[in-house]
């Protein structure tokens, strides 16, 4: 029951954030496109359907977002490269907001000696940068499957997660409840889980709820180059390979895929923004006047003496 109201209470404030609710219509008409829109659509979105005739074709009511340079549908190109861009921002931003918790979790509540050989191996990691290392590694690996793709996103993305979790927890682990807990004689990993995970669970949902945004920019950036999700697999980064060529003549073909990318991208970031505010404790009180029922009187007030 507290946790239904919790959750009900979180949702409520959550949709009172105009920008917020915004952003969750955003990335809901996105979702929806991404599951139904490709058999809505029923078009291969790697079929050529006129290599003479339909190359470049402009928008049209055929074609509501035209065809690039090899006759290809870009509205259902558009709506497979969403199933591909949002299963790998959402998949390996959750991965890496599940490594950093977990190491973040383990090295602040050790703490000691085993904390700070954690923290010195995680300023190795963080020297490294994210974007040449993903680069060395996909160039290496010719082929790479979506799994990898995932797999190699997230294993490099969850440093600042970690560094959250840490000094959260930090915070936290001598308060009473905690002390409590070990008192009663709870194994570490009953503490860890049930006690400082649901206290510490806010910074690492937001940084899923950005990261989200920064995978779907970085795949997309990835897959421009040419090594992350490969031809003819649809997908909006590597849509922009699709439009070099052409660019001058068929506008048509960079712009819808790059206006997914930057609402996509938009909307995650506006959401953690709000999620930021939201399950922060400290803002729960502020701008709430007390509604009128519960206003004190000014008769009842008690007196202030002077002197």
Same mark, same amino acid.
């Given at each position: ?36 829109? !490709? ?63 977990? *190491?973040?979790?383990?090295?602040? *509540? ?92 806010? !910074? ?76 922060? !404790? ?26």
């Amino acid at each position: 029951m507290f946790v239904n109201s919790a959750a009900g209470g979180l949702a409520a404030r959550l949709f009172s954030h105009r920008a917020a609710a915004w952003s969750i219509v955003v990335i809901g008409l996105f979702v929806i496109a991404a599951v139904f829109g !490709p058999p809505l659509r029923g078009i291969d979105p790697a079929a050529q359907l006129g290599i003479e005739r339909l190359r470049n074709m402009p928008p049209s009511l055929a074609h509501p977002f035209g065809t690039d340079a090899l006759s290809r549908d870009v509205l259902a190109r558009v709506l497979s490269g969403a199933r591909i861009s949002l299963a790998v921002g959402i998949v390996a931003a959750l991965l890496a907001s599940s490594l950093g918790t977990t *190491y973040g979790l383990v090295a602040g *509540y050790i703490g000691g000696r085993t904390d700070a050989t954690m923290m010195r191996l995680l300023d190795a990691f963080i020297a490294i940068p994210r974007v040449l290392l993903l680069v060395a590694v996909l160039t290496i690996w010719q082929r790479v499957p979506l799994a990898g793709l995932i797999l190699l996103i997230g294993v490099t993305g969850w440093f600042v997660v970690a560094r959250l979790v840490r000094a959260e927890v930090l915070t936290i682990r001598d308060s009473d409840f905690v002390v409590a807990a070990r008192a009663l004689g709870a194994e570490t990993s009953r503490i860890l889980w049930r006690h400082l995970l649901p206290n510490v669970a806010a !910074p690492a949902i937001v940084s899923a709820t950005l990261g989200v945004g920064n995978v779907i920019a970085l795949e997309a950036g990835l897959s421009f180059l040419g090594i992350g999700t490969r031809l003819p697999t649809a997908s909006w980064g590597a849509m922009f390979t699709d439009a070099v060529d052409p660019f001058a003549g068929a506008w048509w073909v960079p712009l819808f895929p790059g206006i997914a990318i930057v609402a996509t991208v938009l909307a995650f970031n506006v959401l953690g923004d709000a999620l930021r505010d939201v399950l922060d !404790p400290r803002q729960l009180h502020l701008a709430r006047p007390l509604p009128e029922s519960t206003a004190v009187p000014v008769s009842t007030r008690l007196p202030v003496e002077n002197g």
